[in-house]
């Protein structure tokens, strides 16, 4: 079963740069772009990067995404305590023929 | 500005049908642009893909649910439904409906529906 991995959480104080990473293999990450996606507490996800780096109107540009091989990256800086949510990395499985979500991260400003 | 919102009951008894309705607002579901799709949530756990559908008809779907789901699209209402049968309380999370853009080598999903939690009890 495909599987794309994230740490459970992340954490960094007001101001810091982070970063969360997504692992995947050849038949997602590797073959296919990936997206991100940011979900508040009590909220429903929202788009905040696709297509490995382009950020939708309206995302400032404190968020960035890239991608090397089978894994991604999602970078956080200037980090701001409204930042504080879970992140979830996506990407095509070419097995599934779907989109599959990573675990999740959670994110927590200190 | 496109609208989503899902909507069906709240509560389903085990070993029945879960039968939920996404609207669409400020867009169509006829559009040859974008897929329609189904997205879960278990409580504090994270987002699972169910399915996906065009205005055709055409559908793909998780291939752990296939055997369960099923994702029809109602042109005429701008709308689009999920029906999972036998659930268990496995299938107990909120439930958004979202369009899904796609290309040539991107999708992603951009608008979503609030979610709406669908509980499995008797």
């Known amino acids: 079963q495909s599987v794309l991995t994230q740490p459970p959480s992340a954490s960094g104080t007001p101001g810091q740069r982070v970063t969360i990473s997504c692992s995947g293999s050849?038949?997602?990450?590797?073959?296919?772009?990936v997206n991100w996606y940011q979900q508040l507490p009590g909220t429903a996800p929202k788009l905040l990067i696709y297509s490995n780096n382009q950020r939708p109107s309206g995302v400032p540009d404190r968020f960035s995404g890239s991608k090397s091989g089978t894994s991604a990256s999602l970078a956080i800086s200037g980090l701001q305590s409204e930042d504080e949510a879970d992140y979830y990395c996506a990407a095509w499985d070419d097995r599934m023929n779907g989109p599959l979500f990573g675990g999740g991260t959670k994110l927590t400003v200190l | 500005q496109l609208q989503l919102q899902e909507s069906g009951p709240g509560l389903v008894k085990p070993s029945e049908t879960l039968s939920l309705t996404c609207t669409v607002s400020g867009g169509s579901v006829s559009s040859r642009s974008y897929y329609w799709g189904w997205v879960r949530q278990p409580p504090g756990k994270g987002l699972e893909w169910i399915g996906l559908i065009y205005y055709s008809g055409s559908t793909y779907y998780n291939p752990s649910l296939k055997s369960r789901v099923s994702i029809s699209v109602d042109t005429s209402k701008n709308q689009f439904s999920l029906n999972l049968s036998s659930v268990t309380a496995a299938d107990t999370a909120v439930y958004y409906c979202?369009?899904?853009?796609?290309?040539?080598?991107?999708?992603?999903?951009?608008?979503w529906g609030q979610g709406t939690l669908v509980s499995v009890s008797s």
């Open positions: 050849s038949s997602n990450i590797g073959s296919n772009t």
């Open positions: 979202a369009r899904h853009d796609y290309g040539g080598n991107f999708d992603y999903f951009d608008y």
